[in-house]
């Protein structure tokens, strides 16, 4: 069983930085992909970010790039999402996720292509 705990969520103000930080048990983390989505009240889940097992390749979703950067440290099974020039839009709960073995490339943008999911951290950015 893999346990996927987020921290570092927070209210702040429009334009400010925030790091999440997801700590993952259980499983070899440095096998399998991990992702980072989002979900606002009303809202479908959407994905944010995604990182290969080596940090050779990031993805992200449109509305963050530039100002989202994904990274992991497998030493320390941990994953990151430093979220710079935050936007009101911004504001929701973010889920970190690891996905099912073998899974890379534009496939980690899917939800379903994902099997542990943290219980989230909530992110809100006031204007």
């Known amino acids: 069983q893999v346990q996927l705990v987020e921290s570092g969520g927070g209210l702040v103000q429009a334009g400010g930085s925030l790091r999440l930080s997801c700590a993952a048990s259980g499983r070899a983390f440095s096998s399998y992909s991990m992702g980072w989505f989002r979900q606002a009240p009303g809202k479908e889940r959407e994905f944010v970010a995604a990182i290969s097992r080596s940090s050779g390749s990031t993805y992200y979703g449109d509305s963050v790039k530039g100002r989202f950067t994904i990274s992991r440290d497998n030493a320390k099974n941990t994953v990151y999402l430093q979220m710079n020039d935050l936007k009101p839009e911004d504001t929701a709960v973010y889920y970190c996720?690891?996905?099912?073995?073998?899974?890379?490339?534009?496939?980690?943008?899917?939800?379903?292509?994902?099997?542990?999911w943290g219980q989230g951290t909530q992110v809100t950015v006031s204007s």
């Open positions: 996720a690891q996905a099912l073995f073998g899974v890379a490339g534009t496939r980690l943008s899917d939800p379903s292509e994902y099997r542990y």
